[in-house]
T-cell receptor
Framework: DAGVTQSPTHLIKTRGQQVTLRCSPK?????VSWYQQALGQGPQFIFQ???????QRGNFPDRFSGHQFPNYSSELNVNALLLGDSALYLC?????????????FGEGSRLTVL | AQSVTQLGSHVSVSEGALVLLRCNYS??????LFWYVQYPNQGLQLLLK??????LVKGINGFEAEFKKSETSFHLTKPSAHMSDAAEYFC?????????????FGSGTRLQVQP
């Protein structure tokens, strides 16, 4: 049973460019959340997708957007990249109706903005 | 609003010694609390969680944590450290206990285990 998979694992962009990160949830999960983890910091919640809609959002600008597909996979898009966007981007999946279910995290996509 | 404070960004112990990682939280509602571990170049793995049942929670790899409402704390302990415990540990809080929770993480504590 594959867990949460993310791609790409590493990428380098320059300021002003756009980036798309991808996530496939654990089998059976229907909810995908994205977190940003800057170097030496804890993960910060970006947003969560359920039933192909953004359901919750953290304190991130509109440059950060996402999408969830019918197969529950998800994309995170970041426009007009800034140096400060350099971070590890973590995807977490879960089952919305689970009262005790845990979040399963992928290994992340490490974005470097030059 | 919810928040988490982890006291001590770095903790170093000797192999076989007690591990104590501190976490204090604030929450406007009864919280759900979690400890995650992150090994280098990996994602986060759940160690244990408190979801309003027993206040002493046992997790994987011999770790446990005690929820103390009066102290707003959820410290992580392990009686005897092993070299393989060296990693980054994150405490997190959520105000819901469904699969749609959004976690607020602390800034992490890096545990170093000396031989």
């Amino acid at each position: 049973d594959a867990g949460v998979t993310q791609s790409p694992t590493h990428l380098i962009k320059t300021r002003g460019q756009q980036v798309t990160l991808r996530c496939s949830p654990k089998s059976g999960h229907d909810t995908v959340s994205w977190y940003q983890q800057a170097l030496g910091q804890g993960p910060q919640f970006i947003f969560q997708y359920y039933e192909e809609e953004e359901r919750q959002r953290g304190n991130f600008p509109d440059r950060f957007s996402g999408h969830q597909f019918p197969n529950y996979s998800s994309e995170l898009n970041v426009n007009a990249l800034l140096l400060g966007d350099s971070a590890l981007y973590l995807c977490a999946s879960s089952l919305a109706t689970s009262g005790t279910g845990e979040l399963f995290f992928g290994e992340g996509s490490r974005l470097t903005v030059l | 609003a919810q928040s988490v404070t982890q006291l001590g960004s770095h903790v170093s112990v000797s192999e076989g010694a007690l591990v104590l990682l501190r976490c204090n939280y604030s929450s406007s509602v009864p919280p759900y609390l979690f400890w995650y571990v992150q090994y280098p170049n990996q994602g986060l793995q759940l160690l244990l969680k408190y979801t309003s049942a027993a206040t002493l929670v046992k997790g994987i790899n011999g770790f446990e944590a005690e929820f103390k409402k009066s102290e707003t704390s959820f410290h992580l302990t392990k009686p005897s450290a092993h070299m393989s415990d060296a990693a980054e540990y994150f405490c997190a809080v959520s105000e819901t206990d469904t699969g749609r929770r959004a976690l607020t993480f602390g800034s992490g504590t890096r545990l170093q285990v000396q031989p």
